[in-house]
Antibody, heavy 120, light 112 residues
Framework: QVQLQESGPGLVKPSQTLSLTCTVSGGSISSGDYYWSWIRQPPGKGLEWIGY???????YSNPSLKSRITISVDTSKNQFSLKLSSVTAADTAVYYC????????????WGQGTLVTVSS | DIVMTQSPDSLAVSLGERATINCKSS????????????LAWYQQKPGQPPKLLIYWASTRESGVPDRFSGSGSGTDFTLTVSSLQAEDVALYYC?????????FGQGTKLEI
């Protein structure tokens, strides 16, 4: 079973870049079975899809965030990453990495999530 | 863009009673190539990531109790909990991906 673990700073200053990494275990990121995804949840609010990447490097992201997002994959480390630039307090959220299984259109596996707070 | 709208935002149901949550999508979830609706439901409890309950609109994920069922087609879908248990208190989200974008409903809070 695929397991995911997010890592990165819990506090980021406004206007700076948020950087998170998701480490995959129990499966290979190069298997081609999944798209590797980021989803966030502001405190007390709903889920917002950020984007996903394939092992080949193809990336798709939420149009509302697209200009600030970079999602990349490192197959040698079995990791994928998120960078979100020019952050504001509105970017404060729990950030989840998850697998997107295109055959069923679902997110079957999720990390536990990491809270990132944007504050000076 | 794809917009998912759930109703109601919150719902209080007595133990053992039926709970019904609705989800409406701005884009059809039906793929004519295989006649499947690519609509999923998730349950989220406090401090936990979402858990997949239902996919293809009506197929239960392995291990999900059979009191959970999904129905609907096209743009209108329903999640039903046939006999509410205390452990079903949670937030519920519908989700759909269309073209290269995914979206979640705003969530429905299910309480006793």
């Amino acid at each position: 079973q695929v397991q995911l673990q997010e890592s990165g700073p819990g506090l980021v200053k406004p206007s700076q870049t948020l950087s998170l990494t998701c480490t995959v275990s129990g499966g290979s990121i190069s298997s081609g079975d999944y798209y590797w995804s980021w989803i966030r949840q502001p405190p007390g609010k709903g889920l917002e899809w950020i984007g996903y990447t394939y092992y080949s490097g193809s990336t798709y992201s939420n149009p509302s965030l697209k200009s600030r997002i970079t999602i990349s994959v490192d197959t040698s480390k079995n990791q994928f990453s998120l960078k979100l630039s020019s952050v504001t307090a509105a970017d404060t959220a729990v950030y989840y990495c998850a697998t997107y299984y295109y055959a069923s259109g679902t997110y079957p596996y999720w990390g536990q999530g990491t809270l990132v707070t944007v504050s000076s | 863009d794809i917009v998912m709208t759930q109703s109601p935002d919150s719902l209080a149901v007595s133990l053992g009673e039926r709970a019904t949550i609705n989800c409406k999508s701005s884009q059809s979830a039906l793929y004519s190539s295989n006649n499947k609706n690519y609509l999923a439901w998730y349950q989220q409890k406090p401090g936990q990531p979402p858990k997949l309950l239902i996919y293809w609109a009506s197929t239960r994920e392995s291990g999900v109790p059979d009191r959970f069922s999904g129905s609907g087609s096209g743009t209108d879908f329903t999640l039903t909990v046939s006999s509410l248990q205390a452990e079903d208190v949670a937030l519920y989200y519908c989700q759909q991906c269309y073209s290269t974008m995914c979206s979640f409903g705003q969530g429905t809070k299910l309480e006793i």
